[in-house]
């Protein structure tokens, strides 16, 4: 694959890049899931009304990432990185002292909209830009920040958890961000400023190249084919946060425990890692668009899976073919935009649609956690989802060859 001199030519750049999807991890719903008890029982909520406060802080933090992400095709992204971190570290705080309904969903507003969108926003826009021909590589290794966080945070929280309260924890992280996160991430930005690297709109490491065939965010919402692409691509996401948000149910469901669900997780970083590396060499080979029907498949079969046994072996298995669909997801939908819409409205056309990947997630934890309150099992929900990712895969293969056609931006007049 050639991974070797490609991340020896540009370990700088991909080093910070794997720090910020490190950090991002802070505001992912894998990592604020765990400690989900902790805050309902201390606070008294139920599975429903917790899942619908999370995903209303979701669902406005989506409403201003569509603003906010737009700010990464006009100003500097190091600048942008180091201030996404200082504030991550503010409402980590925040929520280590939070008492009141208000000051939670405040909290939880700001971990998902810096967290969850923005810095990783940041990365995918500043690796498509720095990067041409070996984009997927580019992304590939950059994204291992977050299959490192998902392999080791969650067996050190619950380690913690033992002897430590959930606030004290948050305090810690805030600190660690602070005064650890914060200081790599401005080394990075000054030595990278050093060695030339600029991060100003449309800047490729190589050479000044931005495609001919860019589309603006207007022109995407004219594109049947846009419309057509998404129920399918924010089918993954809405899943995974909404099994992740109530694996404590899950696990209680299933008589596990939670030490050994937590334990799986390095099997889901490593199918992860293992994929999102495939799947950048892939991308460079084959494409995004021809890679887009395949990437669903292993988290259906996953799902159906985990519906039809509570034997402690579907946890592991669920969480490889989970892995799979997720790795490869954070490579071919990253640089599915740019191969259909060009990379000088980058920015602006991805906070879109992650802005509405972040709604769908937003409904997630909200929706199973009511549909659970009204006794429909998490198991007939997780058949039902099955389903309905095979549909999505098929429609995918159907849309294939009007992906593949070139497209010419239409008239906005």
């Known amino acids: 694959m050639n991974i070797k001199p490609f991340f020896l030519d540009a370990l700088p750049q991909l080093s910070f890049g794997v720090?910020?999807?490190?950090?991002?991890?802070?505001?992912q719903t894998f990592f604020i899931s765990l400690f989900a008890g902790e805050i309902r029982n201390e606070l008294n909520f139920s599975h429903g009304m917790f899942g619908t406060l999370y995903s209303c802080a979701t669902l406005i933090s989506a409403i201003i990432f569509l603003w906010l992400g737009k700010l990464t095709d006009e100003f500097d992204l190091f600048l942008m990185g180091a201030f996404t971190l200082i504030a991550l570290s503010v409402f980590s705080i925040i929520i280590a002292n939070a008492n009141t309904l208000l000051i939670l969903f405040l909290s939880l507003f700001g971990l998902r909209l810096l967290g969850q969108s923005l810095l990783g926003h940041i990365v995918?826009?500043?690796?498509?830009?720095?990067?041409?021909?070996?984009?997927?590589?580019?992304l590939s290794?950059?994204?291992l920040g977050h299959s490192i966080g998902e392999a080791i945070l969650p067996m050190l929280i619950a380690f913690f958890l033992t002897f430590l309260t959930w606030r004290e924890i948050w305090v810690g992280i805030s600190i660690c961000v602070a005064m650890i996160f914060f200081p790599i991430s401005y080394y990075f930005s000054k030595y990278l400023k050093h060695q030339g690297i600029k991060s100003?709109?449309?800047?490729?490491i190589k050479k000044q190249v931005v495609s001919g065939n860019s589309w603006n965010r207007?022109?995407?919402?004219?594109?049947?084919?846009?419309?057509?692409?998404?129920?399918?691509?924010?089918?993954?996401?809405?899943?995974?946060?909404?099994?992740?948000?109530?694996?404590?149910?899950l696990v209680e469901t299933k008589s596990w425990s939670l030490t050994m669900f937590a334990s799986c997780y390095p099997l889901f970083a490593l199918s992860t890692t293992i994929m999102t590396l495939v799947s950048g060499w892939l991308v460079d080979k084959l494409s995004a668009v021809h890679l887009l029907r395949f990437y669903l498949l292993p988290l259906g079969i996953g799902l159906l899976l985990l519906a039809n046994t509570d034997k402690f072996y579907a946890a592991p298995v669920f969480m490889i073919l989970m892995g799979a669909s997720a790795g490869a997801a954070n490579i071919i939908l990253s640089t599915l935009w740019v191969e259909?819409?060009?990379?000088?409205?980058?920015?602006?056309?991805?906070s879109m649609c992650f802005a509405m990947l972040v709604l769908s997630t937003s409904m997630a934890s909200?929706?199973?956690?009511?549909?659970?309150?009204?006794?429909?099992?998490?198991?007939?929900?997780?058949?039902?989802?099955?389903?309905?990712?095979?549909?999505?895969?098929?429609?995918?293969?159907?849309?294939?060859?009007?992906?593949?056609?070139?497209?010419?931006?239409?008239?906005?007049?």
């Open 19 to 27: 720090l910020l999807t490190f950090s991002s991890c802070i505001g």
């Open 124 to 138: 995918v826009v500043s690796m498509a830009r720095w990067y041409e021909k070996k984009r997927g590589r580019a």
């Open 141 to 143: 290794i950059a994204s």
């Open 200 to 204: 100003s709109k449309s800047i490729s």
């Open 218 to 249: 207007s022109q995407v919402l004219k594109d049947l084919r846009f419309y057509l692409l998404m129920p399918g691509i924010l089918s993954s996401p809405f899943i995974i946060t909404g099994v992740l948000f109530h694996q404590v149910h």
């Open 340 to 350: 259909l819409y060009g990379n000088k409205y980058l920015g602006s056309i991805r």
């Open 366 to 413: 909200g929706l199973m956690g009511f549909l659970i309150d009204m006794g429909i099992t998490l198991e007939s929900q997780l058949t039902t989802l099955s389903i309905y990712i095979f549909v999505c895969s098929i429609s995918f293969a159907i849309l294939t060859p009007s992906l593949v056609k070139y497209r010419s931006p239409p008239s906005l007049s």
